[in-house]
């Protein structure tokens, strides 16, 4: 598991390679990771957007950006959480990825950059 806090929110990521997805001989490995948003702090929050950094090795740098999460805004009050999974395809087989929640306190309307910490992507296969 990674995890960092930032501004009361602490995010945790657990990647996992997804064997039955992933076909090595074609260049296309699939990874899921789950996410952990908790809200440790005393205002309500608003997950607005994210931007990702996505390294696939010998492949270089993408990043990608967009509102919310898995079709989302949530609303994360004092004392909860919020999880969800997701994908990411990489053709190398080995990889990292970064990024930032851009949340709203809802009391104060400020946005705060809520850091996901880097956690690597390390297919089976390519493990031994």
Do not use: H
Request: proline content about 4%; some cysteine; glycine content about 8%.
């Amino acid at each position: 598991m990674f995890s960092t806090t930032t501004f009361d929110i602490k995010v945790s990521v657990v990647p996992q390679y997804d064997i039955k997805n992933s076909f090595p001989a074609e260049n296309r490995f699939v990874f899921r990771y789950n996410i952990s948003i908790e809200n440790l702090g005393r205002d309500t929050i608003k997950l607005m957007s994210r931007k990702w950094l996505i390294f696939d090795l010998g492949y270089g740098f993408t990043e990608v950006a967009g509102e919310g999460v898995i079709g989302l805004t949530p609303i994360i009050e004092p004392g909860d959480n919020f999880t969800y999974f997701s994908n990411v395809l990489l053709r190398s087989g080995v990889g990292n990825m970064s990024g930032t929640f851009y949340c709203k306190n809802l009391l104060t309307d400020e946005t705060l950059e809520v850091e996901v910490p880097k956690f690597n992507l390390v297919s089976e296969v390519l493990n031994n």
